[in-house]
């Protein structure tokens, strides 16, 4: 892999990848007549030190920085108001998101709501919303810090009701950000159970992509590559992270991102309830559910099953060994094997069931979900 300098692709967006990407930034927003940046960023990385060298550097180089941080871990209708109110009262003239998918989600949300002030979730892609989005947007910048969601490269960010806990999808062309700053520095110093937890969420991202039933061979390739980059990195990333295992498990994010725009399944929707429910990360919940919701594909799909064994580098091309090879990437990585170990118990599970049912990702999975599949899934994993 090729590190000693920055690279630049455009797919689907400008990204700049590479050790010292970020140090570019303050170059871009003067060449773009840019100054006062909006920073949306997560609490917990607003307090590391890599952010305050950002923002010093912006400074440094004449540029009046807001910082809005007020976000929950898996984001809520309000924090998108609370962010689009710091935009007003500050005069500003871009955002640039920095964080994990929360993060981005928020920023991009900001984005959208700057010009488009009804209520957040006429916007909503499931009800057709995205014919509402008509006007302009704020120039919007991406720098992830995270190697899961890929959403630095996403045109949709997914925010749930502070009351009903349903996630809600807000989707246009316009929302992709202009350029993305990929610098895999910034992911160094991520805890190991974050990595982890977001490298499996980046894992499932790829794997329900390559299944899912609509037809989009270039999709299809990129994941592929994608549980490739994974195979060879995750493990690496977590428990010994070197800048070239870190970069490419950046890639691999990335490539999943572009790749669900084929669409998602039956894990994502195991996995939003959790989050929105009882407040689990979102990665954690994709990682502890991803063997379960594998097993329940199998059937009628064992082709491309072998073919992501064969990506996975397994001497067995079956289902049955991407699942077993799921189970033993979890234990690896200090993921818990069943719910109960995050804090679910029987109590949830029908309301779990029906949150899942309801949600956006299974209709895109390669075989139907019932709301019985799903309680059974969730009883499984219990």
Not at 14 to 37: D, Q
Not at 180 to 197: N, R, W
Not at 261 to 281: F, I, Y
């Amino acid at each position: 892999m090729i590190l000693d300098r920055i690279h630049q692709f455009n797919f689907p967006t400008t990204i700049r990848f590479g050790v010292g990407a970020i140090k570019e930034l303050p170059g871009y927003l003067k060449a773009n007549g840019l100054s006062r940046p909006l920073l949306v960023t997560d609490p917990t990385v607003a307090a590391l030190p890599f952010f305050s060298a950002i923002v010093a550097d912006l400074e440094a180089h004449h540029c009046a920085v807001v910082v809005f941080s007020e976000i929950h871990k898996n984001p809520v209708k309000s924090d998108v108001y609370k962010g689009t109110e710091v935009w007003d009262q500050n005069s500003r003239d871009c955002v640039i998101g920095i964080g994990g998918g929360a993060a981005l989600d928020v920023a991009r949300a900001i984005v959208l709501r700057v010009n488009h002030r009804e209520d957040l979730f006429k916007y909503d892609d499931l009800i057709g919303g995205d014919v509402f989005v008509t006007n302009e947007v704020p120039h919007f910048i991406t720098v992830p810090t995270t190697s899961g969601t890929g959403s630095e490269v996403g045109r949709s960010a997914i925010i749930s009701d502070d009351e009903t806990h349903q996630k809600k999808i807000l989707f246009s062309p316009k929302l992709m950000a202009k350029i993305v700053f990929a610098d895999p520095l910034l992911t160094m110093d991520l805890p190991p159970h974050i990595t982890a937890a977001t490298g499996m969420d980046a894992l499932t991202h790829n794997m329900e992509a390559f299944l899912a039933k609509n037809y989009h061979p270039l999709c299809d390739g990129i994941a592929l590559e994608g549980i490739g980059l994974i195979r060879d990195s995750l493990v690496t990333a977590t428990l010994q992270p070197d800048v070239e295992s870190r970069s490419k498990m950046l890639l691999a994010s990335m490539m999943g991102a572009i790749a669900f725009q084929k669409g998602l399944g039956v894990v994502h929707s195991l996995a939003h309830p959790l989050s929105s429910l009882l407040d689990t990360h979102h990665g954690l919940a994709n990682a502890v559910n991803i063997p379960y919701g594998m097993a329940f594909n199998i059937a009628g799909f064992e082709d491309r099953f072998a073919r992501m064994a064969r990506a996975l580098g397994l001497k067995e091309k079956t289902g049955e060994a991407v699942v077993n090879y799921l189970f033993e990437l979890n234990a690896k990585l200090g993921i818990p094997r069943h719910l109960r170990d995050i804090g679910v118990s029987m109590e949830h599970i029908d309301t779990l069931a029906d949150l899942a049912f309801a949600d956006f990702a299974h209709p895109n999975n390669p075989k139907p979900v019932s709301r019985e599949d799903f309680k059974a899934l969730y009883l499984k994993a219990l």
